[in-house]
């Protein structure tokens, strides 16, 4: 991952590494991502509405999905990313050969995300199951 990041960096159109920080972080397919709009954005509620060949979801934002849009310019377009999604595989096809990465295509960035995200709900579900027969071994209940 730092390796591919390293070469985003030094792309010349600054929005794709932070298109595909996004795509990482979100777990949305290239195509969701760059038909989102702002006003399928919701910054309060950390949710973001996409539209996708499966329909439309809507998904929960993390921290840094939510630092990355607000700091994002508004474009008059209403896009989110505005970039021709032409340009965003050929910078993404060139880091990935500088980076050495093989056959790694966008796509794979889903299945990274994705992973990244059961892992995480696990490992809460672990902490949460801990502090459950930990208070039923000391006696606890929630209403202490």
């Given at each position: ?134 208070d039923t071994r000391l006696g606890g209940t929630d209403s202490d």
């Amino acid at each position: 991952e730092s390796l591919l990041f390293a070469e985003l960096d030094k792309c010349r159109n600054w929005i794709v590494p932070v298109l595909v920080r996004f795509a990482l972080e979100t777990g949305a397919r290239r195509g969701e991502i760059l038909s989102l709009r702002w006003k399928d954005i919701d910054l309060t509620q950390c949710t973001a509405r996409l539209d996708g060949k499966t329909g439309a979801r809507v998904i929960p934002l993390s921290a840094l999905a939510v630092t990355l849009l607000q700091n994002l310019p508004r474009s008059l377009s209403g896009k989110v990313f505005s970039i021709p999604v032409r340009s965003l595989r050929q910078a993404f096809e060139r880091a990935v050969a500088r980076a050495r990465l093989g056959d790694f295509v966008f796509h794979d960035l889903r299945h990274c995300a994705l992973t990244r995200i059961a892992r995480h709900h696990q490992h809460h579900a672990f902490q949460q199951s801990r502090r459950t027969a930990t208070d039923t071994r000391l006696g606890g209940t929630d209403s202490d």
